[in-house]
C-alpha cells in the first residue's frame, strides 16, 4: 500500500475557516514534505521538515510531524478561495538518498 | 529562471504509436525525475536520475517504456508502441540533489497523453 495516506481525501470549508490535513505513513523517514496542485497544473513545493523536527512554520501553513506516530499534518489557516486545489505529503525515506514517495492527496475545496 | 519546462503540453495519438516526452530540467539541478499521474492510481514515480545516471526505474510499467537522459539539461520518456491505458499526465520533476535525502522537488507542467 501507499506509503503515504491521506486524510481526509476530500476537504471543503468556508472562506476564513482553518482546513486540516494528516498524512500517516509506514517506515523511516528523513524528511516530509507537502506540496500543492492547482487543477490542471504541476506540483508545488509548500514545506519541508526534517525527521528531528517537530513543527514549522511558513506564512499560514503550519506542519507537525510525530516520527513516534509516524504521522504529520498541515494546517492552513485563514483560508482564502485561492487555496482551493490538490494537497499531497510526500516523504523522503532514509534508504533513499532522492526519491519522494507521495500520498494520494486531499483535495480543499475552499467557498467564498 | 524558467522553471522545469516539457514538451509537448498536450499529445494525442492512436495505439500503437509511437511517443516522446521531453523535459528540460532547471539549470544546475542534478536530479531529474518522471512521474505519471491519474485519478486510479495517483503520483506514480517512474524513474529517477541523478548526475544523468538513471538511479531507480522500478516504476517503469514495462518495456515499452524508456527514459534516457544524454546530458544535464535534457531528458526524454519515450513510449513505444502507445496504448490506452497509457494515458495520463506525465511530469517531469527536478532537484538539487545534497546527498542528504530527499530534496525539494520542482515539477514542470506536465504533459497530457491522450491514446486512443
Known amino acids: 500500500s501507499q506509503q503515504g495516506e491521506e486524510d481526509p481525501q476530500a476537504l471543503s470549508i468556508q472562506e476564513g475557516e482553518n482546513a486540516t490535513m494528516n498524512c500517516s505513513y509506514k517506515?523511516?523517514?528523513?524528511?516530509l514534505q507537502w506540496y500543492r496542485q492547482n487543477s490542471g497544473r504541476g506540483l508545488v513545493h509548500l514545506i519541508l521538515i526534517r525527521s528531528n523536527e517537530r513543527e514549522k512554520h511558513s506564512g499560514r501553513l503550519r506542519v507537525t510531524l510525530d516520527t513516534s506516530k509516524k504521522s504529520s499534518s498541515l494546517l492552513i489557516t485563514a483560508s482564502r478561495a485561492a487555496d482551493t486545489a490538490s494537497y499531497f505529503c510526500a516523504t523522503g525515506l532514509i534508504s533513499n538518498t532522492g526519491k519522494l514517495i507521495f500520498g494520494q492527496g486531499t483535495t480543499l475545496q475552499v467557498k467564498p | 529562471d524558467a522553471g522545469v519546462i516539457q514538451s509537448p503540453r498536450h499529445e494525442v495519438t492512436e495505439m500503437g504509436q509511437e511517443v516522446t516526452l521531453r523535459c528540460k530540467p532547471i539549470s544546475g539541478h542534478n536530479s531529474l525525475f518522471w512521474y505519471r499521474q491519474t485519478m486510479m492510481r495517483g503520483l506514480e514515480l517512474l524513474i529517477y536520475?541523478?548526475?544523468?545516471?538513471?538511479i531507480d526505474d522500478s516504476g517503469m510499467p514495462e518495456d515499452r517504456f524508456s527514459a534516457k537522459m544524454p546530458n544535464a539539461s535534457f531528458s526524454t520518456l519515450k513510449i513505444q508502441p502507445s496504448e490506452p491505458r497509457d494515458s495520463a499526465v506525465y511530469f517531469c520533476a527536478s532537484s538539487w540533489g545534497t546527498g542528504q535525502g530527499a530534496d525539494t522537488q520542482y515539477f514542470g507542467p506536465g504533459t497530457r497523453l491522450t491514446v486512443l
Open positions: 517506515t523511516s523517514i528523513n524528511n
Open positions: 536520475f541523478n548526475n544523468n545516471v538513471p
